[in-house]
């Protein structure tokens, strides 16, 4: 299932030990050699301000109600987990990140992204386009496949005809058929004129 990054800010985390919320997530830790979410900052009245991360390796299941994890015990802080720590060293952050071409062209910033719930891979990223371009295209979708690289300041697709030509392809089609089972208002305005009137039967 995609879901937006947006929209897991603030998404509650269940244990099934003491079958209640132990916090919610305030932040995802993004790592940039694969650009994927790993971890995710909680807060929560019961969330230890040391032990305060979760990695997405305990969570059990993702749905409308939340995330759930066995227990509270789950929590880490950042230097347990080894590949945690090291992306948090970076302070790297997908949203804000400019975005351009191969050539060079600037598409605009990171809005947001959409992940996968079952890996939390990152699958699109969300780019809010200039002022100039946005009366045209408030906004782009790009795919992962689109992405060449990403640095610490940017991130680096394909040439921007591409994109917007998948995001056209994606959004233009028009679905274009008749019903033969449903007759239009003419044909039935036709054919009700074609029933001879009471009087003209007299």
């Known amino acids: 299932m995609l879901v937006q990054a947006s929209r897991l800010i603030g998404t509650k985390v269940l244990s099934m030990q003491s079958t209640s919320s132990v916090g919610s997530v305030s932040k995802p830790i993004v790592d940039p050699t694969d650009c994927k979410i790993i971890g995710f900052f909680l807060s929560g009245p019961l969330v230890d301000r040391g032990a305060n991360i979760l990695d997405t390796k ?7 109600y939340g995330m759930v994890i066995d227990s509270i015990d789950e929590l880490v802080n950042r230097d347990d987990v080894i590949k945690i720590s090291k992306v948090l060293e970076l302070n790297f952050d997908l949203i804000g990140l400019k ?28 780019v809010k386009r200039p002022i100039l371009k946005s009366f045209v295209d408030p906004e782009l979708t790009i795919p992962r496949k689109e992405i060449i690289e990403i640095t610490d300041y940017k991130i680096i697709v394909k040439d921007e005809e591409s994109v917007i030509k998948k995001k056209a ?14 007759k239009s208002e003419r044909d039935y305005a036709q054919s009700q004129s074609e029933i001879p009137d009471d009087k003209d039967t007299e």
């Open 58 to 64: 305990s969570i059990r299941e993702y749905s409308r």
């Open 99 to 126: 975005v351009e071409t191969k050539k060079g062209t600037k598409l605009g910033k990171v809005s947001d992204y959409t992940v996968t719930s079952e890996d939390y891979m990152v699958q699109q990223i969300i």
């Open 169 to 182: 392809a994606n959004e233009d089609f028009i679905p274009n058929f008749v019903n033969p089972f449903r």
